[in-house]
């Protein structure tokens, strides 16, 4: 123990003090000159991307990465807009985290300055950094992200998927009109907000129709071991089962409800457009999916699309690359029309937006979201690979 | 110190604070904050608060917890729910809204009373059991408890579950989360000075002697672990309730357990000094890191593993071991003046 | 009543999984006292050593029993050499340092191989070649495949096997006395530094098989797999009794059991924290474990 004990008072306040000098000097140091927003300046047009390029949600980050890359490398190679001014595009990581996604924004428009946002894929990220962007007065595109609240936040914010109820009202019609089911049962990924909403959608929706729903099961990404639930489900003998997760799970899913003996039809978003789909093999038989983008839509503007991606990334785009791609055309195409890149002109001009795009026609409603059909896929594994099949279109509405 | 210049210290301390604020919120005449550096500073103001909690139940006790994470979950949810719920109710029994500062500040002390609360309240659930093991068991079961509360908190609707809680009000800004930062400093410090602190470095050098010696250790530890975890409850309820920052229960998860480890663990744990360092490095190093991060994605974490294991084989205790900060080593710096007492290694031993 | 069957094999055949995961972590917590959380993760090096091993082999496109043994030993072989390298270099220099030093360098490897592998495999899943052409057998509306068959019998040969080796070999004794008391042992010539090892290589090679027999059965394999079943496992060795082998076997099924049999109920959200809430509530009422014998700490 050391002498001079009794000659010193307790520091009670030593550390709040130099806290208060260390606080002080930081927001010192992070003073800035006040600055309006972003002028337009002529040069490059610079826009920021933010995705989860690592962690739980990296296979949808690339995808989205992958499309938006190839759009902007498209249109600067034709030239670029508003005069010859070409994308200058920034990509920051989020982690998977919604915290991520706010520090990405925030460093994206106050930093690097950007006059457009575009992302994110997954719900929750997206309605994190969405204030952001409002607040800011910057335009934010998201490529994907289908919970209905991510457009609300403001008219800054827009979408070029369908959102939730949507797919929802497609599939149960579906289900209920072609498949002739009337007793469905749902799984649904508690852990993701996208498989949430869209288990809602299909319930109140099927209900509408007049069919049972039986009480919806819970399992939650990650998960490898669904046969606890499944046996279950199968007890109950349903028409046909909603999946509504992502990939990963979906294919498992599929495979442990056909090792059960399970034999009944099997249905599922977006979500299940992804690689590791292959993990179903022959178990995809008799499952069908909506989604926004058909591989195999003979139209010349998809086609194009495809051989371009595949070209470029050496393999088949899925439907969230094919998403990001029709994002920025619809930013640059808004561009255009206002012919400026400052926030309130290319807001009202993506506000008004009407363009035909991979995923469909992209024409803008009042609510920010974009009014089009949504195509109902047969899932088929031919040759070691998952191919989707066409089999009918419906409409909103 | 004398009853007087205590508050004359915390009402300068509250008026620098108040000051900044506005600086931080408004600007000053041609001047603002950079939004990105500003949402930095506020992230490390709230991480200081984590760290320097768990360094009280870590550093300072000796237990091993690995559940902060879902301390911050416990108080964060409360806190939010109360704001989202019945903030404007609160607001308006004051005549104002939440929006301004006194609706604002008001939502803010109830919901941070009522968070840490709920969060202490969990301390004790998980500490009276858990507390008469031995350290890796508690490891364990805070681990357990804080993936328990992850996994309840997804099946809340009325809590955002999945999607995060989105609709949180954001009443937090820079003056409360430095304001609790430096409580939690204060309290953490005070307890370390205490006899009750030395009770707990008593425990944490050989739990059996203090037992052995009248220290009623299970009693002890879990005093610290509920004071711990309703500071935690503290920082959650600022986090959730900071603009653009939703209380998501993926994130709150072992993972952020662990990156609170790290930080102590870096800045050594048993310092408080320690641990603002530790806070503060661990949350500017990632954003610095960005377009590291951009070239080689995924490192990033990776460089946070390796740190750890290199840390406990070569310098277990941390950059800063249990050293403090303090005014006369300072001034024994800054004014080449002979040292007042034996500053440099004088930390939460004494 | 067939319902009840079903779920009864499929929480056995989960609980295998567990159990055969739960015997490395109880057989390393017993000569070690240290709780390695890299354990999952190697379970899951496991899983993707098999993975390359099997594409080398292109099993994928000609299934074979004697390609699947040649890939399972394989990969028990690689972890094997993996757990001895972490033990050498990670935990070894922290042996005499405090517990929570040894505990947070076990956080750092296995962040370290969860993160790591996500950088080097990639974070998107893979999936498994099917090694064995999927079968499924029927016995009266209750369905197994072979490969949950397969882990149930690996998982039950690997516990008779390491009994024997712990209680009739001379290395097993070996071990039994490094973990009794490290000092001693030493002073009695007993090269502990290698029976450290050599345990540490027998978990891991138990882990990598486990990582196989699963990746069979459930073909979906990611860098982040191993966190969430390594931490069950932990718990059902605890709950078997930590340090007891035949207890891993007992807890692994018991978890395997409760999970399936939540998840056939409304709660099935709740599964997750089935594993953790059994932890708590052991520790509090038999902290030793089903089957463990309570130890006397002395001063």
């Known amino acids: 123990m050391g002498s001079g004990a009794h000659s010193r008072r307790p520091r009670r306040t030593s550390r709040i003090g130099v806290l208060l000098v260390v606080a002080i000097l930081a927001v010192a140091s992070a003073c800035e000159r006040r600055q309006g927003a972003a002028s337009d300046s002529g040069g490059e047009i610079v826009i920021g991307m933010y995705g989860s390029l690592t962690g739980d949600g990296a296979s949808f980050g690339q995808s989205s990465k992958e499309g938006t890359e190839l759009a902007v490398e498209e ?106 089911a009337t007793k469905v049962a749902v799984l649904k990924d508690i852990q993701q907000d996208y498989s949430v909403g869209l288990t809602d959608s299909i319930v109140s929706h099927f209900k509408a129709l007049g069919g049972e729903v039986l009480d919806p099961v819970s399992y939650t990404s990650g998960d490898s071991d669904f046969k606890a639930i499944l046996t279950q489900v199968r007890s109950q003998k349903p028409d046909a089962v909603f999946v509504t997760g992502y990939y990963p799970e979906a294919a498992i899913i599929t495979r442990q409800a056909r090792e059960l003996g399970m034999t009944m039809p099997m249905l599922g978003g977006d979500g299940w457009v992804g690689d590791a789909l292959k993990n179903g093999r022959e178990a995809l038989k008799n499952t069908y999916i909506s989604n926004h983008y058909s591989g195999d839509n003979p139209d010349p503007l998809v086609q194009t699309f495809r051989k371009s991606y595949r070209a470029r990334f050496t393999r088949e785009p899925d439907s969230i690359a094919a998403l990001a791609y029709d994002a920025v055309k619809l930013l640059a195409d808004a561009m255009t029309r206002a012919g400026s890149t400052e926030g309130p002109k ?32 047969e899932v088929t594994f031919v040759d070691g690979d998952v191919k989707f099949v066409y089999k009918a279109t419906i409409n909103p509405g | 110190m004398r009853l007087p210049r205590k508050l004359l210290a915390i009402g300068l301390g509250t008026a620098v604070l108040v000051a900044l604020n506005q600086v931080f919120e408004h600007g000053f005449g041609n001047f603002q904050i950079n939004p990105y550096y500003a949402r930095i500073i506020n992230l490390i103001g709230i991480n200081v608060t984590l760290a320097v909690s768990l360094n009280l139940i870590n550093g300072l006790a000796g237990q091993f917890s690995i559940g902060h994470a879902g301390f911050m979950a416990v108080g964060g949810y409360t806190a939010t729910y109360f704001t989202v719920y019945h903030g404007q109710a609160l607001a308006a029994l004051a005549g104002s809204t939440l929006n301004d500062a006194v609706g604002g500040s008001l939502a803010m002390v109830v919901s941070l009373t009522l968070g840490a609360s709920a969060a202490a309240l969990a301390g004790l659930v998980v500490g009276i059991p858990s507390l008469r093991l031995r350290g890796d068991y508690l490891a364990i079961v805070t681990l357990g408890f804080s993936e328990i509360i992850r996994v309840l908190i997804l099946n809340i609707p009325a809590v955002g579950g999945a999607t995060g809680f989105t609709d949180a009000i954001p009443i937090t800004n820079f003056f409360w989360i430095f304001a609790m930062a430096m409580v939690t400093i204060v309290v953490v410090r005070n307890i370390a000075t205490s006899t009750f602190g030395h009770a707990l470095a008593t425990i944490r050098g050989d739990e059996i002697a203090a037992e052995a010696m009248g220290i009623n250790t299970t009693r002890h530890k879990v005093l610290a672990f509920v004071i711990s975890a309703a500071l935690a409850g503290v920082a959650g309820g600022l986090s959730g309730q900071l603009f653009a920052n939703p209380l998501n229960p993926q994130n709150l998860n072992f993972v952020k357990s662990i990156e ?91 | 009543m067939e319902t009840f069957f079903q779920q009864l094999i499929n929480g056995l055949s989960l609980g295998a999984i567990y159990a055969l995961i739960a015997l490395g972590y109880t057989m390393v917590y017993g000569v070690l006292r240290l709780i390695n959380f890299a354990h999952g993760d190697v379970y899951m090096l496991g899983a993707f050593a ?144 290698f029976v450290i090892a050599f345990t540490f290589a027998l978990g891991s090679a138990l882990a990598a098989a486990g990582g196989v027999m699963v990746a069979l059965a459930i073909p979906r394999i990611d860098p982040l797999m191993g966190l969430m079943t390594g931490l069950k496992a932990f718990v059902a060795a605890v709950l078997g009794g930590i340090g007891n082998i035949p207890g891993a076997m007992v807890g692994g099924v018991l978890i395997g059991l409760m999970e399936t049999w939540l998840g056939a109920t409304a709660y099935s959200t709740y599964r997750d924290a089935v594993a953790f809430s059994v932890l708590i509530l052991i520790l509090l009422f038999r902290p030793a474990g089903i089957l463990g014998t309570a130890t006397i700490e002395k001063v």
């Open chain 1, 75 to 180: 249109i600067n190679a034709a030239g670029g807009l508003l005069g010859g001014r070409k994308f200058k595009l920034l990509i920051e990581d989020d982690q998977s985290k919604p915290e991520e996604a706010s520090n990405a924004v925030t460093k994206l428009i106050s930093q690097d300055r950007v006059v457009a946002v575009l992302g994110e894929v997954a719900s929750r990220r997206s309605l994190a950094a969405a204030p952001i962007a409002q607040r800011f007065q910057v335009p934010m595109i998201t490529p994907s992200s289908t919970n209905e609240r991510v457009t609300e936040v403001g008219d800054y914010i827009f979408r070029v998927c369908f959102i939730d109820p949507f797919q929802g009202e497609v599939l149960a019609k579906f289900a209920f009109n072609d498949l002739k």
């Open chain 1, 346 to 377: 290319v807001r009202d001009a993506l506000a008004k937006a009407d363009l035909p795009g991979v995923t469909g026609q992209l024409k803008m409603n009042a609510k920010r979201n974009v009014d089009k059909p949504a195509v109902i896929q």
């Open chain 3, 50 to 193: 098999g993975y390359f091993l099997a594409n080398a082999l292109q099993l994928d496109a000609n299934p074979s029993v004697v390609g699947t043994i040649a890939v399972t030993i394989g990969s028990m072989a690689i972890c094997a050499g993996i757990g001895v390298l972490i033990e050498r270099f990670a935990y070894r220099p922290v042996r005499h340092h405090s517990r929570l030093t040894s505990l947070i360098t076990a956080i750092g490897v296995s962040l370290l191989l969860e993160y790591g592998g996500q950088v080097v495999f990639g974070a998107t899943p893979r999936f498994f070649p099917q090694m064995i052409r999927s079968r499924i057998y029927s016995f009266g509306g209750v369905q197994i495949t072979n490969q949950s068959l397969l882990i149930i019998v690996v998982a039950v040969i690997v516990m008779f096997g390491l009994e024997f080796v712990v209680h009739r070999t001379k290395i097993g004794k070996a071990m039994r006395a490094t973990s009794f008391n490290l000092s001693v042992a030493k002073l009695m010539g007993i090269n502990t530094d």
């Open chain 2, 260 to 350: 609170v480890i790290v930080m102590i663990v870096l800045g050594g744990i048993g310092s408080i000094t320690g641990a603002t360092v530790g806070a503060t490095i661990l949350t500017v190093l990632p954003e610095a890191l960005r377009s590291f991060d951009r070239q080689f994605p995924g490192l990033r974490m990776v460089v946070y593993a390796l740190l750890l294991i290199l840390m406990m084989i070569f310098r277990p205790q941390g950059l800063l071991g249990r050293w403090e900060l303090t005014w006369s080593w300072l001034g024994s710096r800054l004014w080449r003046r002979p040292a007042a007492g034996p500053a440099g290694t004088a930390g939460l031993d004494r």
